[in-house]
């Protein structure tokens, strides 16, 4: 289990730091494209700019140049009649202004537009965006114009500086980064309880059974014992071979009530037990449980009561012998625990609810009771809240069996503390008012 709770707990950080990994590798790319939008935008705003001027004005002041330049990163190349501007530039980029600037020139001709020859067939030409590689492997958005005047041809020449994306975002990814950190951490965290608390009905259920396993282990070895000891004892004295028959015979009817009771539960839980629901009269139902329990009660000088209603109970969908087996199953179990001079009541009432009624069955006794702490696992397969198991009347599957039963009828049991002391099992059954024909 300890293995196995590891390696489920990685295998749920890997897999959903992979997904988060993902989502972010997804944000970032995003990112990247809306920052080659955003400085795409940019180049088309100040060429914009400077287009605009060079076409209004007839003289552009270098201030004008000079703050473009430096508040875009732009190379900024104007020629009149092939005769360049006597501007210099105020912002220097890696690779030589010069060298750029025939770079761009270069692929404009590639397009046929020439700065030093006027437009024929328009009064301007624009070349296609570039981009072009700076010596340093920085990059620029490149583009010319070139405009007809009445005296001559000017050109345009505008290349914008195009930082690294990774610099561009790098405040964004160290904060991804930071994020991917903290999520995988948290990841753990959370995957840890996760598998812990998915991982507890195993680990229950793993209990349960290595307890069900010594339990019954225990309960087949002590008959098997007395079998193999009474067996030894006819060899040794055939006199007494008659006494220890029956002795044996006894063993073996208990071990084969285990092994019945071990099959019904694991019908149940193959849901291959069922029952055979049909119109039960419970009035008849409940008295003839209190006539098969009489006598025995008498024998033991304990008092047995029925209390019904006046009115007579409604009938029920049920399978009757299943029914009665619960009852008696529940009878069986106060009578081992009430000791002569104390009474058990078989009590019937119905209960109505906000859109249902159902019937109430409740079975009292005067015993020694059940621990609080016990309550809560009186109906787990063999349990006994007599640890050393030194009874032999039962084997604690009974009150299993006769909450299985319960359920397949819909309905419920539960034990609580008799208010005259001892305990009360109630079983609550869905009264319908439909019945198969």
């Known amino acids: 289990m300890k293995h196995l709770y590891l390696r489920l707990t990685a295998l749920y950080t890997i897999t959903a730091g992979l997904i988060l990994t993902l989502a972010m590798a997804g944000f970032l790319m995003l990112r990247i494209r809306e920052t080659r939008q955003e400085q795409l935008e940019h180049f088309h705003s100040t060429w914009n700019t400077v287009v605009l001027r060079l076409q209004s004005d007839s003289f552009i002041s270098q201030r004008f140049l000079a703050q473009t330049e430096a508040a875009s990163q732009s190379v900024i190349h104007i020629e009149e009649n092939g005769i360049p501007f006597l501007y210099q530039g105020s912002w220097n980029p890696l690779t030589p202004r010069q060298t ?25 030409l624009t070349s ?111 006199e007494s071979r008659e006494r220890l028959l029956h002795s044996m015979d006894s063993e073996c009817m208990r071990m ?44 033991k000088q304990i008092t047995l009561r029925l209390q019904l209603p006046e009115a007579s109970l409604p009938c029920l969908l049920a399978d009757p012998e299943r029914i009665r087996q619960i009852l008696f199953i529940l009878l069986d179990n ?36 059940i621990p609080q702490e016990s309550q809560p696992y009186i109906f787990d397969r063999f349990y006994r809240v007599d640890k050393a198991r030194s009874g032999k009347a039962h084997f604690g599957l009974g009150l299993s069996i006769a909450r299985e039963l319960t359920t397949l009828h819909k309905g419920t049991l539960t034990v609580a503390d008799n208010p005259g002391g001892g305990t009360c099992f109630t079983v609550t059954l869905p009264i319908t008012d439909t019945f198969p024909v």
């Open 100 to 124: 750029l600037i025939d770079q761009a020139k270069k692929l404009a001709a590639g397009e046929g537009i020439f700065p030093s020859y006027a437009p024929v067939s328009s009064s301007s």
């Open 128 to 238: 296609s965006l570039f981009t072009i590689d700076g010596n340093a492997r920085e990059q620029y958005y490149a583009r010319i114009l070139v405009l007809a005047y009445p005296d001559g041809v000017r050109s345009l020449c505008l290349l914008t500086y195009l930082p690294p994306i990774l610099q561009s975002l790098k405040e964004t990814i160290l904060v991804l980064c930071i994020l991917e950190i903290l999520g995988v951490f948290c990841l753990l965290l959370i995957s840890w309880h996760f598998v812990d608390w998915s991982l507890q009905p195993v680990e229950e259920s793993r209990r349960k059974q290595a307890e069900f396993i010594a339990a019954a282990s225990h309960e087949l070895r002590s008959p098997l014992a007395v079998l193999r000891s009474a067996i030894s004892a006819i060899l040794a004295e055939p």
């Open 256 to 299: 084969s009530r285990l092994i019945d009771d071990m099959l019904l539960l694991a019908a149940a839980d193959a849901k291959t037990w069922s029952i055979r629901p049909q119109k039960t009269d419970m009035d008849t139902l409940l008295i003839e449980t209190y006539e098969a329990f009489l006598p025995v009660c008498q024998e």
């Open 334 to 369: 106060a009578l081992c625990h009430t000791p002569a001079g104390k009474a058990i009541g078989i009590c019937a009432r119905v209960a109505k609810g906000l859109s249902s009624k159902s019937l109430i069955l409740q079975i009292k006794d005067q015993g020694c009771g």
